[in-house]
């Protein structure tokens, strides 16, 4: 979000932060040991 930084968001700006959420959430969620490398 540098590249916004000083800038108003737009519907479409949002929509795609929230894909990027949603796609690193399911990433996350799919490898249960990936918990295990950052408890390390």
Known sequence: M???KGRKLFYDDIQHYQKIVVALNETVNKRPS???YRER
């Open 2 to 4: 540098k590249d916004r």
């Open 34 to 36: 990936a918990g295990r």
